[in-house]
DNA sequence: GACGGCTAAATTGTATACGATATTTTGCAC
DNA sequence: GTGCAAAATATCGTATACAATTTAGCCGTC
C-alpha cells in the first residue's frame, strides 16, 4: 500500500491547495494501473496514506470524479471508475472525434523544434517498449499516452488540452479492463508514422492514419459486461 | 442579492451531495448572466445564501473552477471567471471543432421525435425572442444555448455531452464580456437552417452551416483586453 | 440450517474550530 | 497631506468533531 504513497509527492504550488497534489499522485497511480478499476478509495484511508485529514482527501477524490476517473457513490464511497462497455465507446467516440482536429491544429503551428520533441518522444517510448519489467511497462503506457497529449499541447489550445487529458486517462482505464493483447504498444509505429506524415505537411494522410491508429487501439478491446469483476459483488470479498 | 437564492433549490438527488444544487444554482445564475464576470464569490456569503456550511460552498465552488466558469485564487477566494481574449479564442475553437462531429453524430442517430423537439425548441427560442424584459432575455440566453446541447444530447455521447456543457456555459460568459450586438440572437434562424439541413439529410451542409453560425456568434465579439473592468481595481469597488 | 431483524462498527455528510495568509485600516513620522 | 509600517480584520486552508447512513455481525426464531 506504501508503494502508491512513495511514488508522489511531486510538490507544486501553482494550484490552489493541496489536494491537487493527492489527486494528481492518485490519477498517476490510476493512469499507470496501479489502482485497479473499481478499487475502493476511503476518504480514511486516502487521508492516512497522505497524511492529510479526510477533508483534502475528500476534496482530492471529488476532483477525480469530475475527471471520470472516479466514481463516488452517495453514502457509500469513491471507487476506482469501472467504465461499463457503452462508456468506453463513448470514450474512444470522443477521440475519433477530436483528435483529427487537434492534429490539425498542431501542425499548422507546429514548429521545428516541436517536431524534435515529438521524435524525441518516439525514441523514448521504443526504449522503454524494449525494456522488461513493472516499472518499465509503466512507463510506456504514459508515454504512449504522452504522444497524444503533446499533440494537443503542441495545438496551443489549453480547453482541448485539459480535455484529451481526461480522455487519455480513461482511455487508461478502460484498456486496463477490456485490454486483450498483454500491452497496447502494438501501436508505436502508427506514432511515428503520424509523426512522419505531419513532417512532410501531409495533413489528410496524418489524420488518416490517426483515426486507423485509435481505431487500432479500440479494436484491441473485447468490450463484453465483465461486470462486478473485482469488486465485491463477484466473491463477497 | 437574494433574488439568486429564490431562483434555485432544484432538487436534485443522483448526486454524491448536497454542494450539487448549489452548484447548479450558481451555474445558472452565470449562464443566465445574473452573475457578472470577475464578481467575487466568497465562501461565507455562498454559504449563507443557501444555508450551509463553507464546507459545501467550498465545494460547489471547487466544481465550478473544473468546468472554468469560476477561477479560485490561493488564499484570495473565488470569483467568476473573467475569461481572457484568449481562452474565449480557445473556447470558440474547441467549439467548431467538436461541433460538426457531434452534429453527424447526432444527424446519424436522429429519430422523428427528436427532430419534433428540436422544433419546438426553435419555437420557444423564437418566441422569447418576441417577448420583451429580463426574465425573457434569460430564458432566451439559456434556449440558445439548449438547441447546442440538445444535438449533444441526441449524439448519445455523453463524454461529449458534458464537455458541450461546459462550452456553452463558458461561451455565455464570453458573450456576456465581448458581446457587442444586446443580443446573439441574431443567429436564431442559423438554427432553423440547419434542423431543415438536417431533416433533409443534407450534413455537409448542415456541418457548413454550424461552422458559419459559430463564426457568427464570434464575429460578434470584441476580443480587447478590457483587463479589470468591473474588478475593484477599476474604482476601488 | 436458513432467514429476518436488531445492535454495533465503520464510513460518509456536514458543521464547526483553529491556524495561516492576504487585505484593510490605523497611526505615526516626515 | 503623503507615505510607510504595523496592528486589526477578513478570508481562505486544513483539521477535528458530530450527525446520518450504510454495512457487518449477532442472535433468535422458524
Keep these: 500500500m506504501k508503494s502508491t504513497a512513495t511514488a508522489l509527492q511531486t510538490a507544486e504550488d ?4 493541496g489536494a491537487q497534489q493527492i489527486r494528481d499522485a492518485i490519477r498517476d497511480a490510476i493512469v499507470e494501473r496501479r489502482l485497479s478499476p473499481g478499487t475502493k478509495l476511503s476518504e480514511n484511508d ?5 497524511n492529510v485529514s479526510r477533508t483534502l482527501a475528500r476534496a482530492a477524490l471529488q476532483a477525480l470524479s469530475y475527471e471520470g476517473l472516479v466514481s463516488v457513490e452517495k453514502n457509500r464511497g469513491a471507487f476506482v471508475a469501472y467504465p461499463s462497455p457503452e462508456e468506453a465507446r463513448q470514450i474512444f467516440a470522443a477521440r475519433r472525434l477530436v483528435e483529427p482536429g487537434i ?26 517498449m524494449s525494456e522488461r ?8 503506457i504514459k508515454a504512449s499516452g504522452d504522444f497524444h497529449l503533446t499533440l494537443a499541447a503542441i495545438s496551443g489550445n489549453a480547453i482541448m488540452q485539459r480535455f484529451m487529458d481526461e480522455l487519455v486517462a480513461r ?27 505531419i513532417e512532410r505537411n501531409d495533413l489528410d494522410e496524418a489524420c488518416r492514419l490517426m483515426l486507423h491508429h485509435i481505431a487500432h487501439i479500440e479494436a484491441d478491446l473485447d468490450l463484453r459486461e465483465r461486470k462486478s469483476v473485482g469488486l465485491k459483488e463477484a466473491f463477497e470479498l
Excluded: M, W
Excluded at 46 to 50: R, S
Excluded at 104 to 126: D, T
Excluded at 133 to 140: I, K, S, W
Excluded at 171 to 176: G, Q, T, Y
Design 133 to 140: 519489467g513493472q516499472t518499465a511497462r509503466r512507463a510506456e
Design 171 to 197: 482511455s487508461s482505464l478502460v484498456i486496463a479492463l477490456y485490454g486483450q493483447s498483454t500491452i497496447s504498444s502494438c501501436g508505436h509505429s502508427e506514432h511515428g508514422d503520424i509523426v512522419a506524415a
Design 14 to 17: 501553482s494550484a490552489d491547495t
Design 46 to 50: 486516502v487521508g492516512n496514506l497522505f
Design 103 to 128: 492534429l490539425r491544429e498542431a501542425a499548422a503551428r507546429i514548429s521545428p523544434s516541436q517536431i524534435q520533441h515529438l521524435k524525441q518522444l518516439l525514441l523514448e517510448e521504443g526504449r522503454l
